[in-house]
């Protein structure tokens, strides 16, 4: 929209990188024609003129084509699950305690979670906290209370 008629104090749709919207601004500075600096007229963000909204993604979507796909997902999570099928090899689900927040668990003891299913716990954090390895991933879970 800059056009030989933009001056300082004109107003231009621009990318507010605070709003995260295009949106009203005012011109602030200019270099011959072209618009360098404005002004966001919703929340005074100062900023380089943007006339469009960015790519989805952004400078990473290069290297990564900006999607989060199911394979990626599934090769993340594979080492996941073998740790899992590790500490869980040799035990099976019949020696899990239920998990309850009121019990105190030790490093090593299987338990049955209602949403997460069968969990090994592999570290206490402090007096309350203990670190659990479930089939989909890890979870902080509450303890001794």
Known sequence: MATTKTKPGSTVDSWCT????????????????????????????????RPDAPRAGG????????????????????????????????RTADKARTYATTERFAPGELIKHSTFGIGVVIG?????????????????????R
């Open 18 to 49: 605070k709003c995260k919207l295009v949106l009203a601004h005012t011109v602030e500075a200019m270099v011959d024609a072209r618009i360098t600096r404005v002004h966001c007229n919703t929340c005074r963000g100062q900023h380089a003129y």
């Open 59 to 90: 400078k990473a979507a290069k290297a990564g084509e900006g999607r989060r796909s199911a394979p990626k997902k599934a090769v993340a999570a594979a080492p996941i699950r073998s740790e899992y099928e590790t500490l869980l090899r040799g």
């Open 124 to 144: 206490e954090r402090d007096s309350v906290k203990i670190d659990v390895a479930f089939p989909d991933g890890q979870r902080v879970l509450l303890h001794g």
